[in-house]
């Protein structure tokens, strides 16, 4: 129970910390689609990001995870620490060193001919961040988590701080006549989205060398063997993380480069895209909240005589609550479309299919509960992989033909695909008895609510009034779902409580 104790401690901090940083950058969104009122320019945020989630986890290569695996078992810890960390280092000093020589042939070759400077603060942002990767697994390794959290936070702050401060507090004082001469020598308006990559480059700074502060002991020797091994463990891990990464941010560099619009009509759509994307976001934050406190929780009852009973019961709840946030979500999308400013507002109609999208990622992560139970997690690879190529060869075939509204579609069916594999391999191996026909009926009550006031009702009937009409009716619609919800499930739910 102590050690429970301790694990759901330490799940709520490093939870904590992920979702508290997730919401943060979620509400920088408002904030850069407001200024940034031309799509275009937002688009070029989107995409650098997608290449940033790809090559974090090329430039890591797993040795994150291996790093925690080999720590647990050598019996030299430091020499499991010095020794990654400096192998992390060359590899990242490398990729400086390519990006910064060749940073004029990557920007063309990326078609942003005129910014090689994106390039240069990338790399060095990369390869900060996948060197921080090390102390911070240390610090989880040695049990730290407050110091964890504390400069997890200090770096998520700094990236508002500096975001506000170049793109808002330095504008405003330059046009309010108020230090002019000393803000003008900080900023320059022609940079424009360029202040995110630089905000985000300090703030990488600033958290390395918090950092090199928990980095005592590091002796400068790298023991080979033990690395070979590592590299061993960890070059499955690299796979399954890119096969991930190609099923989450791949469809921003897909859109650019499959349209057969103009440059700059791609990247308006990129723009479009990434910003109605993160309204979708929400539905994710739930889900990574949920996998912090559900897999322990799924560990600790496996050897109970009633663990499946509660796996089933679990999911029918999870599933209730992602309905609900898909209804409240879309039936008051007529406000909620105002968290990114108006020109991204012809994009709002992906918002349901990526809402149902996530959806099913968080059911896919509570069917892979089989596999980690059994020790069949070859059978993840082989999903998430597979994920992968429905992902590519679906935005090959819309992209083209329908533009971005083909990348929401991709997320729905490799999901999908994803949710079937899972359940039918886990119903071979580690069978769970599922309620499907209570799931499947809050999903069609769901989904029909959302089709009755999306595309049936007239509301553009009753001219002015139709906002105040379509309100109240969304209203009780929600109402009613949650109603149906309380009526079919008040007996488990005082049992759950009073339990």
């Given amino acids: 129970m102590v050690q429970l104790k301790k694990l759901a401690n330490q799940t709520i901090i490093y939870g904590g910390t992920t979702i508290i940083g997730r919401l943060l950058n979620y509400l920088l969104v408002p904030f ?15 995409e650098m990001y997608a290449w940033v989630a790809l ?23 430091q020499q499991v620490f010095s020794s990654t960390f400096w192998t992390i280092s060359i590899t990242s000093t490398l990729f400086i060193v390519f990006g910064l020589l060749f940073s004029q042939s990557i920007a063309d070759l990326l078609q942003y001919s005129r910014h090689p400077e994106y390039i240069r603060w990338f790399v060095i942002i990369l390869s900060l961040d996948a060197l921080s990767t090390i102390p911070f697994a240390r610090l989880r390794a040695e049990n730290r988590p407050i110091r964890f959290a504390s400069i997890k936070i200090f770096n998520i702050l700094s990236t508002v701080f500096f975001n506000v401060f170049f793109l808002w507090f330095c504008p405003m004082m330059i046009r309010n006549g108020i230090g002019t001469a000393f803000f003008s020598s900080i900023y320059n308006s022609e940079v424009g989205v360029g202040y995110i990559f630089i905000s985000n480059l300090i703030a990488s700074c600033l958290q390395m060398l918090l950092l090199l502060g928990y980095c005592k002991g590091l002796k400068f020797k790298i023991h080979w063997p033990l690395i070979k091994r590592m590299l061993k463990y960890a070059m499955p891990l690299l796979i399954l993380g890119l096969a991930g990464i190609v099923n989450e941010t791949i469809d921003r ?3 650019k480069n499959l349209s057969s619009d103009s440059l700059d009509t791609a990247m308006y759509n990129v723009g479009v895209y990434s910003a109605c994307f993160k309204i979708a976001v929400i539905m994710s934050l739930f889900i990574q909240a949920f996998r912090y406190s559900a897999e322990p929780f799924f560990f600790a009852q496996y050897k109970e005589k009633d663990a499946k009973e509660a796996y089933s019961m679990v999911m ?23 968290f990114v400013s108006k020109p991204y507002h012809e994009g709002l109609h992906i918002v349901p299919p990526l809402l149902l999208a996530y959806m099913m990622l968080g059911v896919v992560y509570n069917l892979s509960i089989w596999y980690k139970l059994t020790g069949q997690t070859k059978y993840g690879a082989y999903i998430s992989m597979g994920g992968a190529l429905i992902t ?94 309380y009526k079919k499930e008040f007996i488990t739910l005082k049992k759950v409580l009073h339990s």
Avoid: W
Wanted: net charge positive; proline share 3%.
């Fill in 32 to 46: 850069h689609t407001y200024i940034f009122l031309n799509p275009q320019s937002y688009g070029v945020v989107g």
């Fill in 55 to 77: 090559f974090m986890v090329l430039l890591t290569y797993g040795m994150e995870t291996a790093f925690f695996r080999f720590s647990s078992m050598e019996e030299n810890k």
């Fill in 253 to 255: 560099i897909l859109i």
């Fill in 316 to 338: 029918t709840y999870f599933v209730i609550v992602c309905l609900i946030i898909f209804l409240a979500t879309t039936l008051y999308l007529d406000f909620i479309k105002y």
């Fill in 392 to 485: 590519l060869t679906v935005n090959f075939l819309l992209i083209p033909q329908i533009g971005y509204t083909g990348a929401a579609i991709a997320h729905l069916i490799t999901y999908f695909c994803m949710m079937i594999a899972s359940y039918a391999l886990g119903q071979k191996f580690y069978p769970i008895a599922y309620n499907l026909k209570k799931i499947a009926f809050y999903v069609a009550v769901s989904v029909g609510m959302f089709i009755l006031s999306y595309y049936i009702i007239p509301f553009d009937l009753f001219g002015s009034n139709a906002t105040m009409i379509k309100t109240v009716f969304n209203t009780g619609l929600l109402l009613l779902y949650i109603y149906i919800i």
